[in-house]
């Protein structure tokens, strides 16, 4: 380990004294960058990429910004930046501070077009070089967008000498775009041509794809143009697959946000015939109650943010489950077997909620930040995921297995089914019903307050949270059917998918619009959704 | 026949509710034109204008008490007719304005002519007469309710289901409606009327006119309602509430007696809207919320489900509160609304008309269970 | 046996709830003016088989015929009422909150669709009609009370009078006695032989002296089938019947 350590700093050592004398070496360079005009700047800027080092590049950057000036006094090129009436001025290449002058004391150095191509070229090339990989990652990108035939040679002295993979192929990729559609393309054989193609449809990506469909459409030769059009049909599939799959993804992801606000539901509606009209209100008390966990840490152990949504979410399950339990015991256990009217006594009770909430908080909306762990986003194949959609996903299932579980291995769920199936029976085995429904009753509102810690994360905490999702979630687990909880997982999954693979052709309303009217078919033509009980059941 | 059937529908109830809408047209009118502005006992057009809104509501309410209270359908989307009644009125009276808006586009109205639209969609032809408009108000909201209940009913889709794709129906429609490209005027809706029939909308003559309009449209579906479930009709309505596969074994057609009902009930919600609609001014897609729809819902019970005046009185009370509350005390008014709810199913099954009823059941002494049949000592009273 | 001359004509009717076969290839054959008993243990397939014939429950396979030539399992409930097929309920449903009047005006024989109703208007026949049934099952007296406020057994008894005003073909019991005192099963089982003659009657029923009382022709399900058919004696020496029903 020491060792290790050692010969690291060695290497940074060396690094740093070769750096110095480069930059030593460069000083006349740059300095020529500023005498000539055009051509003379021309040429000092081929020397500066023929060096090939890339110190060279923040001065050529400069350049290209229109940041460089020469100092009037004595001739010195430095870095202008603009601070009020004056300039502060920087040494191009060593980035010490050298003061600040009046604008009259420089003078700029400018670019015309041809040495914007030049600048743009070099820095191609420079960067192409350098010994970082992210550095020579995105040249190619860079030089695959602009497709600047300069860059060419570079382009090839580089891929010559490149170690890694996928910068190669980047750089390939970038080579081939570069062949296909500059004038190089009527000089090249079929076979180079061929080759060029594939290289640009291994790129996979809608880039790609553009650039295909230019080559395919443009003045080239029969052979390049026919090339690129079966490079183009094969990209456009694996475009399309790749979309699907991302609609795939998306169609989860709505699923499982679906899911998450629909489960707490299915408890209550599914398995005690309670029509929860204020479950929205119980995910609002959850993303509330992530809030005023996140302010807690935010003004006591601003260090821990990370960890505040894991207390958060006991805490909005407890939260949740309670507000659910009084609001069990005080009303809805006169209503049992009164379904419509506990949809009016909880429709009141969501309104009084939300104004409670709106009179405490105010009516805008809260902001509640996402811990490191839950933002950003990577890449896997031709997707884009985001961390926080991922963990959404990955909560809805664990908290679906964890539910499921919960009614099938503990005495609790035991006793809960018991309840559903056999009221009076239950109650003469010695189970007590009053107590087994309002847990049930509180179950279900806790885990609509765990739905609220993972909805605070990508919706705005405000006191109308709750109502954005009340009516989706019954559509879930009435497309589901009704008092099975399989019922609800495949309906939130199915509604999403639909919802996110209409969204590309009607757009999102109209999406959303014919997911209803499909719903509402469904129901005439399983008025139970879809996994209904039948039978004997029924009737009961 | 006809005079039958509305003699049919005539109780003490009727009675009562027909006498104080028939006192309402007439001294409305009187208080508000001719008793001078410093009398006590001078109406304001504005209050004119608020209890013709509340008329409107109890029309509503009528209508939604028809459907749950007599048939069981407990409806979350009766504001979905109500508001397609209220846009077809909104049509007519945005045709009405012609060269008149900002835009001073003869045909188009201005919305339309700010999105850029060059001519009338198909669907706004025909509504610059008024009494295509007038027959629209009802087959609009009729041909919906047809459609959905004829699927619906036919599936057998009951209870709690029901309730949930009514709601499904008014969410899409109000979705639907704040779309621009729909054609009624997106998230503003239809506004800015001008006038009437000819009459200048804001004049005070027209307001009384329109108060009167809405007593008669109320009294008429009163008398209309009233007449069917003294029907024979009526008491297969009540009886499939109840039992309905009962009914079914009977021979009844179950499904379309709740057809016709639930159809009868959309086409007064139209009306309802499309008189709603010149009194208030504005029409905008906001009207298609299931909340709005649940608001109607607690009317009826307020009042008593199944009484047909419940609904009324209920509508009436409720919304004098939300002024109330709204102008005086407006954080109040949701916790009074949703404490309303939960008092009211809590203690008021059957609403305000049912209390006595209610208070009486609770009194001791009452035996409901009667003697085996025995024809000679119980009371002989012929049908 | 062919289908022609009978009332009512089952063929191999299955029906199965996920799995479970509550009908299995179930054959039965009533000839018009036929009263037939049906008993069997719990689970054997009698409400279903009134389910079948009324159509509330289709079945998968299997031929239904009424009077020979109808189709009954292509038919909804409401039509088949309508052929002439009366059912009368395991737990007695009246429409409470009517009177007793109401609830035979409603049963009555008359036209059923919505427009005929709204303009109904009762008529002398149908007023005797209602009066006789009345007599019939002793609810005169009652004829302004709330069905909901009877007694089980009165609720029995108008549900019966409610089948006779509907005036079927075919009458559906199903365990018409369940919950009555003695003298009252008593009166029920009279009634209903006083009924059929005019109609046929299918009554399906646990209580064996009701039964006896009956003294017609029985059939034993269980299991979905029949597993006997003939007098009251006959079966209940058979040796399959006692293992499965009787024995128990």
Redesign the interface.
């Known amino acids: 380990m020491r060792r290790a350590l050692r010969w690291l700093m060695a290497v940074c050592v060396v690094v740093a004294t070769s750096t110095a004398a480069l930059a030593a070496d460069l000083r006349p360079l740059v300095q020529a960058l500023g005498s000539g005009g055009y051509s003379g700047t021309e040429k000092a800027l081929a020397q500066l990429s023929e060096a090939g080092d890339p110190a060279a590049v923040p001065v050529i950057e400069a350049l290209q910004a229109g940041d460089l000036y020469v100092r009037k006094a004595d001739g010195t090129v430095v870095v202008a930046r603009k601070a009020g009436d004056a300039f502060t001025l920087t040494d191009p290449l060593t980035r010490a501070a050298l003061g600040d002058a009046p604008a009259a004391a420089v003078e700029k150095i400018r670019i015309n077009n041809s040495l914007r191509r030049a600048i743009s070229a070099s820095l191609g090339a420079l960067t192409l070089m350098s010994p970082d990989t992210g550095v020579r990652r995105s040249a190619a990108d860079a030089v695959f967008k602009s497709r600047d035939a300069q860059a060419l040679e570079t382009l090839n002295a580089a891929i010559a000498k490149e170690q890694d993979k996928s910068v190669r192929a980047a750089m390939e990729q970038a080579r081939a775009a570069i062949l296909l559609t500059g004038e190089a393309a009527s000089k090249m054989s079929d076979a180079e041509i061929q080759s060029a193609t594939d290289t640009l449809a291994a790129r996979g990506d809608r880039d790609a794809l553009v650039l295909l469909n230019m080559v395919a459409g443009s003045g080239a030769s029969d052979v390049t143009k026919r090339s690129a059009a079966a490079a183009v049909s094969t990209l456009e599939q694996k475009l399309a697959f790749w979309a699907a799959l991302q609609n795939l993804w998306y169609g989860l992801s709505l699923g499982s946000v679906l899911l998450l606000a629909a489960i707490g539901l299915a408890v209550t509606f599914g398995v005690m015939g309670v029509i929860n009209m204020a479950h929205g209100e119980m995910v609002m008390i959850g993303a509330y109650t992530t809030f005023l966990v996140q302010e807690f840490f935010r003004a006591h152990a601003p260090g821990l943010f990370d960890l505040s949504i894991l207390v958060a979410l006991p805490a909005a399950f407890i939260v949740s489950g309670g507000v659910g339990i009084i609001i069990e015991r005080s009303v809805i256990r006169w209503l049992y077997g009164r379904p419509l009217e506990t949809l009016l006594a909880t429709w009141g009770l969501s309104l009084a909620l939300q104004q409670a909430v709106r009179s405490i908080f105010g009516p805008t909306n809260r902001e509640v930040g996402a811990p490191s762990w839950m933002s950003g986003a990577f890449e896997l194949g031709g997707l884009t995921i985001t961390y926080g959609r991922l963990w959404i996903v990955i909560f809805a299932f664990a908290v679906f297995g964890a539910l499921l579980v919960a009614l099938k291995r503990t005495w609790f769920g035991l006793s809960i089914r018991a309840v559903t199936q056999n009221r009076p029976m239950a109650n003469a085995m010695g189970i007590r019903t009053a107590r087994v429904d309002a847990l049930t009753f509180g179950l279900g509102s806790g885990i609509a307050g765990l739905a609220g810690v993972a909805l605070s994360q990508i919706d705005n905490v405000s006191p109308n949270l709750g109502q954005g999702y009340i009516i989706d979630s019954f559509m879930v687990v009435v497309f589901g059917g009704v008092g099975n909880l399989w019922g609800t997982l495949v309906g939130a999954l199915t509604l999403g998918s639909i919802n996110k693979f209409l969204e590309p052709y009607a757009g999102a309303v109209l999406g959303k619009i014919l997911v209803l009217i499909f719903i509402i078919l469904f129901i005439q033509r399983r008025p139970r959704g879809l996994f209904a009980l039948k039978g004997r059941a029924v009737e009961a | 026949m006809l005079l039958r059937f509305f003699l049919m529908g005539l109780d003490r109830k009727a009675g009562i509710v027909l006498t104080i809408l028939a006192i309402l047209a007439v001294a409305v009118p009187v208080m508000t034109l001719w008793v001078p502005a410093d009398s006590p006992f001078h109406l304001s057009v504005f209050t004119v204008s608020l209890l013709g809104k509340y008329l409107c509501f109890a029309l509503l309410a009528l209508a939604l008490d028809l459907v749950w209270g007599y048939c069981g359908i407990l409806s979350l989307g009766h504001a979905a007719f109500f508001a397609l009644g209220g846009y077809a009125m909104g049509m007519y009276l945005m045709r009405q304005i012609g060269p008149r808006g900002v835009y001073g586009n003869p045909v188009l109205p201005d919305f339309m002519v700010f999105l850029n639209w060059k001519e009338l969609p198909w669907y706004w032809l025909g509504f610059d007469h008024f009494w295509f408009a007038a027959l629209m108000v009802l087959v609009v909201p009729g041909a919906l309710a047809f459609a959905f209940g004829w699927f619906a009913f036919r599936s057998r889709v009951t209870g709690v289901y029901l309730s949930i794709i009514t709601q499904a129906l008014t969410f899409a429609l109000l979705l639907a409606f704040f779309r621009n490209d729909m054609g009624f005027g997106g998230n503003n809706g239809l506004t800015d009327f001008k006038d009437i029939l000819g009459y200048d909308i804001q004049a005070d003559t027209t307001r009384v006119t329109l108060f009167v309009a809405t007593v008669a449209a109320l009294a008429l579906s009163y008398m209309i309602a009233s007449g069917v479930i003294g029907s024979k009709l009526g008491k297969v309505l009540v009886a499939l509430r109840d039992a309905e596969s009962r009914v079914r074994f009977m021979g009844y057609d179950t499904e379309s007696y709740k057809l016709f009902a639930w159809t009868l009930s959309a086409c007064m919600a139209g009306v309802a809207g499309a008189l709603y609609v010149p009194q208030v001014g504005i029409i905008n897609p906001s009207e298609f919320a299931p909340a709005s729809s649940i608001e109607a819902v607690i009317w009826v019970a307020v009042g008593g489900r199944g009484t047909l005046a419940g609904g009324i009185l209920g509508a009436v009370l409720v919304n004098m509160g939300k002024s109330y509350f709204t102008g005086a005390l407006p954080e109040l008014w949701l916790f009074a609304l949703g404490g309303l709810f939960v008092a009211v199913t809590l203690f008021l099954p059957k609403g305000l008309l049912g209390l006595g009823a209610q208070l009486k059941a609770k009194l001791p002494g009452r035996n409901k269970t009667s003697p085996l049949p025995n024809a000679k000592t119980a009371d002989q009273k012929g049908a | 046996m062919s289908a022609e001359s009978t009332l009512l004509y089952l063929d191999g009717v299955s029906v199965s709830?996920?799995g479970?076969k509550?009908l299995n290839s179930l054959s039965l054959v009533m000839m018009p003016g036929e009263m037939r008993a049906i008993i069997g243990p719990n689970g054997a397939g009698k409400t279903t088989m009134m389910d079948v014939i009324?159509g509330?429950t289709r079945p998968d396979t299997g031929t239904i015929l009424f009077e020979g030539d109808t189709d009954l399992t292509r038919l909804?409930?409401?039509?088949i009422?309508?052929l002439g097929i009366?059912?009368k309920?395991q737990r007695p449903?009246v429409?409470?909150?009517?009177t007793v009047?109401?609830n035979l005006?409603?049963?009555l024989k008359a036209p059923?669709?919505?427009l005929k109703?709204?303009?109904?208007?009762i008529s002398r026949d149908d007023?005797s009609r209602?009066e006789e049934i009345l007599d019939i099952?002793?609810?005169?007296?009652?004829?302004?009370?709330q069905a909901g406020?009877?007694?089980h057994?009165?609720k029995q008894?108008l549900e019966i009078g409610?089948l006779l005003a509907?005036d079927p073909k075919l009458l559906l019991v199903d365990e018409p006695v369940a919950g009555m005192t003695d003298a009252e099963t008593e009166q029920t089982a009279e009634l209903l032989c006083s009924i059929a003659g005019k109609h046929s009657v299918i009554v399906v029923e646990h209580d064996m002296s009701f039964v006896r009382a009956l003294g017609v022709k029985v059939t034993v399900l269980a299991e979905g089938s029949v597993l006997a058919e003939g007098s009251l004696d006959a079966v209940s020496a058979n040796q399959q019947v006692i293992d499965t029903y009787l024995g128990r």
Do not use: C, V
């Open positions: 709830f996920d479970f509550a009324t509330k909804r409930e409401a039509a009422a309508n009366g059912r309920f449903t429409f409470e909150p009517h009047w109401d005006e409603l049963a059923r669709r919505p109703t709204l303009t109904y208007a007023r209602i099952t002793r609810l005169s007296a009652l004829r302004n009370r406020s009877l007694s057994g009165q008894w409610m509907q």
